[in-house]
Every structure is written in C-alpha cells, then in structure tokens.
C-alpha cells in the first residue's frame, strides 16, 4: 500500500509539472461541532457530544487514504473552499467535493450507536450482568463488546457512552457474551 501511494505521487508530481507534498497531518471541521486531526496513527475528536478524546488507530492505513486524495486534489489545483474542510493546513479544500473522504473521516468520529475503525472506539449502551461474577458490555451496531474490568466512577448501567480502546482478540471472556474490550478511555454521551 505504502508502493502504491508513493508511485500515485510520483506520477501525479510528474503528469503536472510541479510537487506534490504529503501533508504531515488533516484537520476536518463538519460545521456542527464535530472536528478531527488525523496524523498518522494518531486522532483527536471534538464534539458536542462528548469531551475531547485522543486515540490511536491499529494501522495508519486510513491516513494514506486520505494522503491519496490530497495528493489528487493539489495536482488538479482545485480551488480551495470554506468549511467544512479537509487539507493540510496549507492547502485546504470544500470537503464537500470529496464524498469519499467525508466518509473516511466520518468513522473516525465516534458515535451513538456505532464501532470505529480498528475498533478504536465503542459507542453504544452501557450495561452490567451478575452472570459469571458480574461483568460490564457496551452494546454497539448489534454487538455485545465485553469490557476488562469497571468503568470509572459516575458510569451507570443504561448511559449511552464511548469507549475507547481495542478488542483483546488472545482473551477469552468468561461469559462468553462477545469479544473483550480493554478500554483506556471513557466519555458519556452527551444529547
């Protein structure tokens, strides 16, 4: 992946004459409350509906996407827009006319009810069961994630909530109830 991006570079530097720069980080504001630096690995999220979160992705492929699409925009010149905007803090762009990132970086925001890329984040309803010594689950798009250990004080059973962290695919739950979820990072959600 990281030979395909670096020969779309190359070509697209040559094919119009002048370089190309990958850009060392993307900010996205969408113009609702919602904002994300992506750089590399790295993500910081703001929004309204919880505090700010820092997390890491398994894998910085989302990042050469977005690279790609940077490298296409500046070899085409296109003009630059008002937010809600992707770029590189130099060359900025409508991020309307690329549907394709707004998707790629809509999964980067955590949401409601939904699991993000590399399960790096686990929004949904917050529950506790006696079974098996008693255990946490966060319910998330039709899955039950099983969270290692307790959340922090104020987290209640029925709160929607984010969590942050990474599936422990080596570790068997005792209940048997879904993957394990260790969680670094804990959020309410706020309506």
């Known amino acids: ?46 929004s309204s ?14 990042f050469l996407k977005l690279t790609e699409f940077n490298a296409t925009i500046d070899s085409k010149g296109t003009p630059t827009g008002t937010p809600p905007t992707l770029g590189n803090g130099v060359k900025v762009v409508a991020a309307g006319s690329l549907p394709d990132a707004q998707v790629l970086i809509a999964q980067l925001v955590p949401t409601k009810d939904g699991v993000g890329p590399d399960s790096a984040w686990v929004g949904g309803r917050l529950d506790h069961s006696e079974l098996e010594g008693g255990f946490w689950t966060v319910a998330a798009m039709g899955n039950t994630f099983v969270i290692k250990g307790n959340p922090p004080n104020g987290f209640e059973k029925g709160q929607t909530v984010v969590v942050i962290g990474n599936v422990n695919t080596d570790e068997m739950n005792a209940a048997q109830s879904g993957p394990q979820y260790t969680a670094t990072a804990w959020r309410l959600w706020k309506d």
Request: proline content about 3%.
């Open 49 to 62: 509906h919880f505090d700010a979160i820092d997390y890491q992705l398994a894998s910085d492929n989302m």
């Open 1 to 46: 992946m990281r030979l395909f991006c670096l020969l779309l570079l190359t070509t697209l530097t040559l094919s119009c004459g002048k370089p190309v720069v990958a850009p060392e980080s993307f900010t996205y504001d969408d113009g609702k409350g919602s904002s994300v630096q992506l750089k590399g690995k790295s993500v910081k999220v703001t």
